[in-house]
């Protein structure tokens, strides 16, 4: 396992005494309280005021993520965060920034699709888009981007985190019926809801120009799956180079509404200007749209107070200062992103100081569940400040597919209920010392299989260095753990390092590195909150390798059954079984200049981090 050295472990000692005294301040009155703080942010203001042509806009990169990948599909060996996706290519859907929508059909390449009545086929009508170069978007684009992405899960399955074996795109070939109108032949019919949410992530490519498999060679035929393969691994090994992203001309063919101006590799900040060829909704009124990369939050709130952002988000450590961000002239609205959980992943195949074998008992992660003061952590000035709502399900707040059991939450609050969990399971609990199971065996009143006298529960959670409520929450988990007598030790990682290195799909060799982690927020589509690929027993992103009989039949049936109503049933069960542990979800709180404005949805949709800037105009 790993351990904290001294220095570290010192701090993280008077972490854990501080953000106890805050959560007890924040509960109980102490100081300012959190009770009300989200009706400085809960609504969205209206377009208004007459547009201005030109003008640059600087937008705040997720601090401590930056892109350093340009094609829109980076191999799982990248570690590739994609420079823009959306901007420079649009999706053949528009994923949608509403909870009760799986896609925003105004902002997408194509009309809603056609499906016969056994589900198997498909009929896509394109909607008049064209490339920076005068060629019209075709059919034979799209054809050409799902047998590219056929081809890089062919190399290997964990280059698409939303791919599970067996399903989209395996089974589905498409064809060219006409230059606007693309035909989808399914060997396995889907559900309508998944299957739009799959093609929302299906990002169209220019075939005329990116069918080739060296500089300046022919142009091959993708739908042989050899050349696919061959032009694949010509353009990620093009994207490797980020020196070359705003001069390589291959980069420069888009159908978005913007193109890339310049890229800087060392910071991962990055400009765009429009296309002036773009085909789409939108005037792009402005004249560049700058994205700057950040470090911490802290440096984002500082570039607020200079005036240097226009757009951006807020971490909720700082809701202190949204009055004053208002006086400055920015607007701030938040609220919970649609189908987003937060959540500790469980590893199930951590096998340090045997906790593969605890955590697999229902009951610890019952106990576990109880142990999280979902109540407490939005309210307390050192955790959430009130910028958070109560969440205990996968489907995320105001889900359209909501769990049997509603708002209630099925594991609440209750370290009493914990600590009986484990005495009435074998355990010894030494509250403040180190529980032990005192009766091993596999009976009611034990402490279960493989799991030995005097074994004690004791494990390491990693958590994300950013933003500040990821590590707040994951100390007070800790010190409540703590009373029991759970061992538990915190270590912090960057983004991207745990994005690189902790998922047992993709770094099997990491598995005993961690035990749980708390990357922050987990999304899934919007309108139709599937955890395919997540909690699917070969899902490439069951980062943690839970397997559930009940819940792979489920998922299933959500996938490919005609009634997406069995959503409700699988996201009910799921969050009952807790292959991790629920957080309450932050609001995302949205700050923008006030003399930037555009539609309100614009706006509403970066709550899901969704950038429509070709709407956003600065207005007199």
């Not at 989200?38 to 030109?54: F, L, V």
Request: proline share 7%.
């Amino acid at each position: 396992m790993n351990h904290l050295p001294g220095p570290r472990r010192g701090r993280l000692g008077v972490a854990l005494v501080a953000v106890v005294a805050l959560l007890v301040s924040g509960c109980s009155g102490g100081g300012a309280s959190t009770k009300d703080v989200a009706k400085k942010y809960s609504a969205i203001p209206d377009e208004a005021g007459k547009p201005k042509d030109g003008g640059t806009i600087t937008v705040a990169l997720t601090p401590g993520l930056s892109p350093n990948y340009i094609y829109p599909y980076p191999p799982a060996a990248a570690n590739g965060t994609v420079i823009a996706r959306g901007l420079l290519w649009r999706a053949l859907y528009r994923p949608s920034g509403a909870g009760d929508q799986v896609v925003d059909k105004d902002l997408s390449m194509a009309e809603l699709p056609e499906t016969s009545a056994d589900r198997k086929t498909v009929t896509i009508k394109l909607k008049d888009y064209q490339w920076s170069n005068g060629n019209p978007v075709t059919a034979d684009d799209v054809v050409f981007s799902l047998d590219l992405l056929k081809a890089a899960l062919a190399e290997s399955p964990g280059n698409w985190s939303f791919y599970t074996p067996g399903q989209f795109p395996d089974g589905v070939t498409a064809e060219a019926a006409a230059d606007d109108t693309v035909t989808l032949h399914l060997e396995k019919a889907y559900n309508e809801s998944y299957l739009l949410s799959m093609l929302a992530l299906l990002y169209v490519m220019p075939s005329q120009d990116w069918a080739i498999a060296k500089d300046g060679g022919p142009r091959l035929d993708f739908t042989d799956p050899e050349n696919a393969a061959a032009i694949y691994r010509y353009l990620t090994k093009q994207s490797e180079d980020q020196s070359s992203f705003a001069t390589n001309p291959l980069w420069q063919v888009v159908n978005g509404p913007y193109k890339l101006k310049s890229f800087d590799s060392t910071t991962g900040s990055f400009s765009l200007v429009p296309n002036r060829d773009y085909s789409g909704p939108g005037d792009s009124r402005l004249d560049q749209v700058d994205f700057k990369a950040f470090t911490s939050a802290a440096a984002v709130l500082n570039q607020y107070k200079a005036g240097t952002l226009t757009v951006g988000t807020l971490d909720s450590s700082f809701v202190t200062e949204i009055d004053k961000l208002k006086k400055d002239g920015y607007h701030v609205y938040g609220a919970p992103a649609p189908a987003r959980f937060d959540a500790l992943t469980i590893n199930f195949e951590n096998t340090a100081d045997g906790f593969d074998k605890v955590i697999a008992q229902p009951y610890v992660r019952q106990a576990l569940q109880h142990l999280i003061d979902q109540k407490g952590y939005v309210a307390s000035r050192g955790i959430y400040n009130g910028a958070a709502s109560e969440n205990y399900s996968t489907g995320g707040a105001d889900s359209p597919y909501p769990p049997a059991f509603g708002d209630e939450a099925p594991y609440p609050y209750d370290p009493a209920a914990a600590a009986k969990l484990l005495t009435d399971h074998g355990w010894k609990v030494d509250e403040g010392g180190r529980t032990t199971c005192a009766n091993p065996g596999t009976g009611a009143d034990q402490c279960g299989a493989g799991i030995t006298k005097g074994q004690g529960i004791s494990f390491t959670i990693a958590s994300a260095n950013t933003p500040a409520y990821v590590g707040a929450r994951d100390v007070a988990f800790v010190s409540e753990a703590k009373k029991i007598g759970i061992e538990i030790k915190a270590i912090t990682k960057s983004l991207n390092y745990m994005y690189a290195n902790y998922g047992n799909s993709f770094a099997p060799a990491k598995k005993n590195e961690w035990a749980m982690q708390d990357y922050g927020p987990l999304y899934l589509a919007a309108g139709y909150p599937s955890s395919n690929t997540v909690f699917n027993t070969t899902g490439s992103f069951n980062l943690g390798s839970y397997s559930n009989k009940d819940v792979d039949k489920l998922i299933d049936e959500s996938t490919y059954g005609a009634d997406p109503a069995v959503l409700a049933d699988e996201i009910t069960t799921i969050s009952e079984d807790l292959p991790v542990l629920f957080f309450p979800t932050p609001h995302t709180l949205v700050v923008w200049k006030d003399t930037l404005t555009g539609p309100p949805s614009s706006f509403q949709s970066l709550l899901s981090f969704l950038y429509t800037p070709e709407l956003w105009y600065f207005h007199e």
